[in-house]
């Protein structure tokens, strides 16, 4: 008989509907809902009334009830969800009540908090598992894959670049993100996903860190610039509603209607704030270099307001270059949509052997959101078969490494300079990575080539 598992899930946005229907419905067999926590007391209504909930309903409890929560269903595992910068409050409080931990990412928001996170772990040896469902989308995998071959000898250099389209891009500053105090900013926020693999994808520390960026796009003067006369401070009610390219009608969607708008009088939350808000101190669009401790180097760039969703990466090795794009489907997160699945006309992997012919490999394809990672990322949270030989769980330190590019990356921009990940936490143990290629691995150049 398999052992059942008990859940309390924190935060009960859109995200949360991904984990209520797993631990309720699809792995039902090992996982156990016994609790849902919420600051809106509607949202938490609403989630009690998902038709896969019972037949065992979970208790309900709002945020200023964690601790009794806690101490009255003994859940096994918090599930946190809830806004970035409250996190660490319920991470720590979980593994200080004897819980183990499953994050969404950001794992955190500053250094202060991703401090205490690891010095609570240390003291409790509680578990935190953080959910890069990226990690797992099978691209990502098959470039690991690659990448732990060999096939272009050692890596040397990395160029990124992430581009979130004006759909999704534009949502960023809709919601609580648009405020670093919320959300550490998108460095901080969107790009854990993207350093977190950079840092598996080379199995590597990042050692230092150099940013600039502004905000040029999402702006009072791009408002002019459209022949925005008038623009409120949320869509709803908004004088140029009618000549907007980026007005959100909450109404006209019965998920974002049910979640959001008709959840306002508990807390006064307005999810459809306007973009172009002078109040807005997160970035547009940002540029980062990383030096890492096995002395690769990584130039990565975030843009919000492109005109396709998606990445492109070049690895540049000893033997040769791997270059791999992807491109994605449009959403706005909560509107009911796949989040991030792939477009597979759009998605592809090349490599180019030094002095041979390039040629392309077939890629590894999946289904569902976030580029087919979200399905095996469950699987492998709530019914895990056997080892990984990708490490692709990630805890506490993976969590804290990806943020550490993004932290250092905010200070890097308001002070100036380099900014040493070292000196942003002390205790934090490396990471587990599968083993890569090495500056000693012995290679040869194909002779008379050209």
């Not at 008990?6 to 067999?29: C, D, H, N, P, Q």
Request: aromatic letters at 10%; hydrophobic letters at 35%.
């Amino acid at each position: 008989m398999n052992k059942i598992t008990t859940y309390a899930i924190v935060g009960l946005g859109g995200r949360s509907r991904m984990y209520l229907e797993a631990i309720a419905k699809t792995f039902s067999s090992t996982s156990r809902l016994v609790a849902l926590c919420d600051s809106n007391q509607g949202r938490l209504q609403l989630a009690a009334q998902l038709p896969y909930i019972t037949p065992v309903a979970p208790r309900l409890y709002s945020a200023a009830d964690f601790d009794l929560m806690i101490s009255e269903v003994r859940p096994d595992v918090v599930v946190v969800i809830c806004q970035d910068s409250f996190h660490d409050e319920y991470i720590c409080r979980a593994m200080e009540l004897g819980c183990d931990v499953i994050t969404e990412k950001p794992m955190t928001i500053d250094a202060e908090r991703a401090q205490r996170i690891i010095d609570t772990q240390k003291r409790t040896g509680r578990n935190v598992r953080v959910t890069f469902n990226y990690r797992y989308a099978p691209p990502r995998t098959q470039v690991k894959e690659l990448l732990m071959s060999g096939v272009i000898g050692d890596v040397l250099s990395v160029d990124f670049q992430w581009m979130l389209d004006t759909y999704h891009g534009a949502d960023y500053f809709r919601r609580w993100h648009r405020n670093k105090g919320n959300s550490g900013g998108l460095l901080v926020h969107k790009s854990t996903h993207h350093f977190d693999l950079v840092n598996w994808w080379l199995s590597a520390m990042p050692k230092e860190v150099v940013a600039t960026g502004h905000r040029r796009f999402a702006t009072p003067q791009t408002a002019q610039r459209l022949g925005l006369s008038q623009p409120g401070p949320r869509c709803t009610g908004c004088a140029d509603r009618g000549a907007c390219p980026f007005y959100l009608d909450l109404a006209a969607n019965e998920d974002l209607s049910a979640l959001y708008l008709q959840q306002e009088s508990h807390d006064g939350y307005h999810r459809d704030q306007c973009i172009f808000s002078p109040d807005t101190n997160i970035e547009d669009s940002m540029q980062v270099l990383v030096n890492y401790d096995n002395d690769v180097t990584l130039k990565y760039s975030l843009n919000a307001f492109c005109s396709w969703e998606g990445y492109a990466i070049q690895f540049n090795g000893t033997k040769g270059r791997l270059e791999h794009k992807c491109e994605e489907t449009v959403y706005i997160n909560g509107d009911g949509t796949v989040p991030g699945a792939l477009k597979k006309e759009g998605t592809s992997i090349r490599i180019y052997p030094t002095r041979e012919p390039a040629y392309e490999v077939p890629v590894w394809t999946g289904t569902g959101g976030h580029g087919g990672g979200d399905d095996v990322m469950l699987r492998d949270l709530f019914a895990p078969e056997g080892a990984d030989q990708y490490l692709r769980a990630a805890d506490h330190r993976s969590g804290t490494a990806s943020i550490l590019c993004g932290i250092a990356a905010n200070r890097s921009m308001a002070e100036g300079c380099w900014i040493k990940t070292e000196d942003l936490v002390h205790g934090l143990e490396r990471p587990d990575y599968p083993p890569m290629p090495t500056a000693q691995t012995p290679f040869t150049l194909p002779l008379g080539a050209k």
